[in-house]
């Protein structure tokens, strides 16, 4: 059964540095997420992307993020100039259109921020 | 604003006992619901959703309107059910999934 793929794993970056972390959707499902979760709380969606734009984002996802579909695989999210509260699991997932149908998620990527 | 709420952080239950998960949900419209499960060291993956009114790996839910609820039920919980569950809603039209903060579920054998 086809699965989004997430990449890292694991990231440790420095406040303040950039981080880009990679998804690979599945291949014929055309929206994409972000969602992240903080240890101890929820899942908390971030930002949707359809046809090479955001469609919806969350008040968290503000300058300092930004999304990519740089081929015709990969998604990127990227975090300009990390804060120790950036620190979380991010989720990548994807669905073949819109809202009725169920999105599938990838492992995670844990973003650790020193 | 959306918003699902989960009461319970964890549910304790021996095997072969039933099983209800709570889930309130708090929107004005017309809300698509779905369970997420987390397996322990998996992703999340998709349980079921209120449109397709089906039972999964013996689970079922209902949508109730009135209530604002979609409870998860099993009639006889096994082992392999435990896991973490989170209860999940997204706004007819959009696409982002505004999840609660999960249950855990453990079946003690």
């Known amino acids: 059964e086809p699965e989004v793929t997430q990449t890292p794993s694991h990231q440790v970056t420095q406040m303040g540095q950039e981080v880009i972390l990679r998804c690979v959707p599945i291949?014929?499902?055309?929206?994409f997420y972000w969602y992240r979760q903080i240890l101890g709380q929820k899942v908390e969606f971030l930002v949707s992307f359809y046809n090479n734009e955001i469609s919806e984002k969350s008040e968290i996802f503000d300058d300092q993020f930004s999304v990519e579909r740089p081929d015709g695989s990969n998604f990127t999210l990227k975090i300009r100039s990390t804060k120790l509260e950036d620190s979380a699991m991010y989720f990548c997932?994807?669905?073949?259109?819109?809202?009725?149908?169920?999105?599938?998620f990838g492992d995670g990527t844990r973003l650790s921020i020193l | 604003a959306q918003r699902v709420t989960q009461p319970e952080k964890l549910l304790s239950v021996f095997k072969g006992a039933p099983v209800e998960l709570k889930c309130n949900y708090s929107y004005s419209g017309s809300p698509e619901l779905f369970w997420y499960v987390q397996y322990s060291r998996q992703r999340l993956q998709l349980l079921l959703r209120?449109?397709s009114r089906e039972s999964i790996k013996g689970f079922t839910a209902d949508l109730n309107k009135g209530e604002t609820s979609f409870h998860l039920k099993k009639p006889f919980a096994q082992e392999e059910d435990s896991a973490m569950y989170y209860c999940?809603?997204?706004?007819?039209?959009?696409?982002?999934?505004?999840f609660g903060t999960g249950t855990r579920l453990l079946v003690s054998p």
């Open positions: 997932a994807s669905s073949e259109s819109g809202s009725v149908q169920p999105q599938h």
């Open positions: 999940a809603l997204s706004e007819t039209g959009f696409q982002k999934l505004v």
């Open positions: 209120h449109i």
């Open positions: 291949s014929n499902h055309l929206y």
